[in-house]
Every structure is written in structure tokens, then in C-alpha cells.
């Protein structure tokens, strides 16, 4: 419902035509960067986990529509260094509003370095989702995995599909 | 058309925390596996202190050695949200819910659920508001009268609310409630002047306004607690 709100607010700001139909959301994710950013170039998980991979490494964190969705993040709890992680299974917990919400891994591998900024900080995750609220590195044990993830165009609608499912 | 979205509400009266933890694990479990709809207990405890995920034992202040002393356990749960007491005259609702479904977040979930309290609340002429930033919880001006603390996993909700009915406050002089110093806690007996009806009734409403809060087109009364209690299964 809020993301068929800010569109058209937007789109009245920009003087575009206020119908928010699925027709007019092309490019899609043109509208969604105006207020919860999806990045080209990640991979993104469908609980909401991004996974940038830069060759041998794969830095992960959640998206900016999941911190959205979240609250204020108070507390962050991570793996330790050089633990393993599964794809589609827990890896952390992140606390907001009185809530731990579990973060899933979106593909499977060794962690090699984790953000030790979020234990002093865990705001980060709220103010730099994609950047410096990084949570975790891994070194992927099955690269295939991230074919199965979605690319920008894909999370975005899939976004838009769940915000309006109620 | 969707399909209608149905409750299926478990009155289990009072149920060692323990052992609430073990029907939990099992409830969860089932709703990921998409083997159960969206459940809610409500029941009450004996007295019990929790604890959330971040262990903030030092809100905590008695020695756990004195808890025996006073008729009460001491439970460290993996749920968001500081220390807090669950007794007699309080009541929990613990709804195993799916937020997919319905595109919630923690924050939706959780202003659902203070809503769902105020509303209650408003049945007895009662005024509570949500808590304000990092004061998650249902207040009466200054005085705490409801408490959330949380837990998703894979999109599952467990965990829940407390409403104070008519508790012994007492018990909340031996912690700093929810990690928040210089605030009471309150309860509907202190509230309110109005005749209240039996706590089965009172837990009736309650369940009743949270049913309708997140939107449920019916909720299915489980007439047989023993099917839950029974863990062995």
C-alpha cells in the first residue's frame, strides 16, 4: 500500500501520469530508487539479502526495503570468522522494535570476515544498507547458487508483489 | 479472490515456561512447513523472568539465587526485546503467524500488535498509546501496561505480547522492566474503575481485537488443549 502511496506522490513531483498500474513501471526499478533503493549489479535473496560477488568473495548485508521494513536496528549478532554458512539458512539476527529477525544466507560458504563496525553501531544497516551495514564475507563454495538469485529488475517487482499483498 | 484468512486460537490456561518453549519450537516447525494455518496461544504463566537474545542480565535485580525465594524462574529466550515478568493475572498471547503472507516487517508486525492492546484497552475506557522510539510496548501516559517481545525466523513469527491485567506488580520491583529505569508498570485492575469480567472473557476480548487488527476473516476456537500439551507427540 505505502509503495503505491510514495509512487504516486512521486510521480505527481516528477509530473508523470499519477496511474500507478504495472504497465507504466518500466523501467521498474526507476520509481523504486526515489525511496528504497534496489542496486543494479547485486544479487538479491527473496528474504530480502543482497550479495555483491566480486571474485572470489561474496560480501552480503540486507536490502534497503528490508531495513525499511524493520525499524531502527539496535542490536546485530554475526557469525564467527571462518564458520560456515547454507544457502537459505540463518546466519545472524538483527533486533529492532523489540523483534530478532533472522537473516538467511543467501548462498552457501566459509565466512572469511565479518563487520565488527556493527557490534558499536548497528544503525549502519539502517543508514548504509548496501555499503558500509555490509554484515558478512564469504568465499562461496557453490557459485551456482547466485544464478538461482534475483537481479535488480526481479527483487524490485517481487518487492512491489509482497508490499502489496496486504 | 484470496482465500479467507483463519486463526486457530489455543487457550491452554496456565503453562510452565519450559514447556511453553517446547509446544513453540514444535508450533513454528509445523506453520514453516505449512502443516498448521496461523496459530495463537493465549495461556498465563507461573512467575517467570525472561530474558531476550541480548541477555541484559544486569536488569535484573535480585540475585538469581533469591528467585526460588520468591516463586519464580529465570528463562533466557531468543526473542528481541529486554527483561521482563510474566505472572498470574497477566495475559500472553503468542501468535505463530506468517508475515509473508500478508507482506509484514517487524515494524508492521509489531504496531499491529500495540494496536491490537490499545484497542483492547479502549474496551474499559482505557487510554494507552504506543511506546515512543525504542519504548516498543503499549503505555497509559508514563505507566507500561503492555509488553512485546519477538522473534522471525524465515518469516514465521513466535514469541508475542503481555497485557497486564491484574498482576502482582510487585514482582516488576526486581527488574528494571524492558530496560527502561524511572517508568511504571501498570495494569487494567489500576486503570480502570469498570467492572472487569472473568480473565476468560478478558482473554476472549483481547484475542478477539488482535484477530481483528491483523485482518483474519475467522477465528477457529481449538476446543481441546490436550492435542497441544501433550509435546510427546
Known amino acids: 500500500m505505502a509503495l503505491r502511496m510514495w509512487a504516486s506522490s512521486t510521480a505527481n513531483a516528477l509530473k508523470l501520469s499519477t496511474s500507478v498500474s504495472k504497465s507504466h513501471l518500466s523501467p521498474a526499478f526507476s520509481i523504486s530508487r526515489c525511496f528504497s533503493t534496489v542496486l543494479e549489479g547485486l544479487k538479491y535473496a527473496n528474504s530480502h539479502e543482497w550479495v555483491k560477488h566480486e571474485g572470489s568473495v561474496a560480501t552480503i548485508g540486507i536490502t534497503a526495503h528490508a531495513q525499511d521494513h524493520l525499524g531502527e536496528v539496535v542490536f546485530v549478532e554475526l557469525p564467527e570468522e571462518n564458520s560456515t554458512v547454507s544457502k537459505e539458512k540463518s546466519f545472524g539476527a538483527v533486533e529492532s522494535v523489540k523483534a530478532t529477525s533472522e537473516i538467511l544466507s543467501p548462498i552457501s560458504g566459509e565466512v572469511i570476515e565479518v563487520n565488527k563496525n556493527l557490534t558499536g553501531s548497528p544503525g549502519l544497516i539502517n543508514t548504509s544498507p548496501y555499503e558500509d551495514g555490509w554484515m558478512i564475507k564469504v568465499k562461496p563454495s557453490s557459485p551456482a547458487e547466485l544464478e538461482s538469485l534475483m537481479g535488480a529488475k526481479e527483487y524490485t517487482k517481487f518487492c512491489e508483489d509482497e508490499d502489496a499483498a496486504h | ?233
Open chain 2, 1 to 233: 479472490m484470496r482465500s479467507p484468512r483463519i486463526l486457530e486460537v489455543w487457550r491452554l490456561g496456565t503453562v510452565n515456561y519450559l514447556k511453553f518453549l517446547k509446544i513453540q519450537d514444535k508450533l513454528v516447525s509445523e506453520r514453516k512447513a505449512h502443516q498448521i494455518p496461523d496459530t495463537l496461544l493465549s495461556l498465563e504463566h507461573p512467575p517467570t523472568y525472561t530474558l531476550g537474545k541480548r541477555r541484559t542480565d544486569h536488569n535484573l535485580l535480585i540475585p538469581q539465587s533469591q528467585l526460588t525465594k520468591i516463586g519464580a524462574e529465570l528463562h533466557y529466550t531468543q526473542r528481541g526485546g529486554d527483561i521482563t515478568f510474566h505472572g498470574p493475572h497477566q495475559a500472553i498471547l503468542y501468535p505463530i503467524i506468517s508475515l509473508r503472507s500478508i507482506g509484514f516487517g517487524a515494524r508492521n508486525y509489531v504496531e499491529t500488535l500495540e494496536r491490537s492492546m490499545i484497542e483492547f484497552a479502549s474496551m474499559y475506557g482505557v487510554k494507552a498509546r504506543p511506546g515512543n522510539k525504542c519504548e516498543t510496548g503499549v503505555w497509559v501516559g508514563d505507566r507500561k501496561i503492555g509488553a512485546i517481545g519477538v522473534r522471525i525466523s524465515s518469516g514465521i513469527t513466535c514469541h508475542g505480547l503481555a497485557f497486564n491485567i491484574d498482576p502482582d506488580l510487585n514482582y516488576f520491583e526486581h527488574i528494571v522492566p524492558c530496560g527502561i529505569a524511572d517508568k511504571e508498570v501498570t495494569s487494567l485492575r489500576r486503570e480502570t474503575d469498570a467492572l472487569l469480567p472473568s480473565e476468560e472473557v478478558i482473554h476472549k476480548q483481547l484475542i478477539t481485537c488482535l484477530a481483528k487488527a491483523f485482518s483474519y476473516d475467522d477465528v477457529l476456537w481449538k476446543e481441546d488443549p490436550s492435542v497441544i500439551l501433550d509435546t510427546q507427540r
